[in-house]
């Protein structure tokens, strides 16, 4: 390759978000992990690669398991302070608090708070 097709190459590629699960251990009760990584593809089956192939690595680190789910996204932002790396639209018929409840706050996160 030139450096011409090189330079091409670099402005076909744009930022993707790629979301991959890990589950920690064999016996239950199971930890999961959501994890979000970026990378500059021309395409998302190509971000998507990249981002499985990490993620065999990551795994391979610790007594982790990658599941086999990966969700991409399009970034659309530029990446710096308070760029957009992730979104994920879901239908449901849930009010808010149950559907955060259902989602992301069943009780079982690893998280903490911050005082507002």
């Known amino acids: 390759m ?11 590629q744009e930022w993707f978000a790629v979301r991959c699960v890990f589950q920690y251990g064999t016996d239950a009760p199971f930890v999961y992990e959501e994890r979000i990584t970026v990378w500059q593809a ?34 659309f932002d530029e990446l710096g302070h308070g760029a957009e790396v992730y979104s994920l639209m879901r239908d449901s018929e849930l009010p808010p608090d149950a559907y955060l409840t259902a989602f992301f706050d069943t009780g079982e996160e690893r998280q903490g708070t911050v005082d507002g």
């Open 42 to 75: 021309v395409s998302f089956d190509e971000a998507v690669a990249q981002a499985e192939a990490e993620a065999a690595a990551y795994a391979d680190e610790a007594d982790r398991i990658y599941l086999g789910f990966a969700q991409a996204y399009r970034m």
């Open 2 to 12: 030139n450096d011409t097709q090189d330079a091409d190459e670099a402005v076909d």
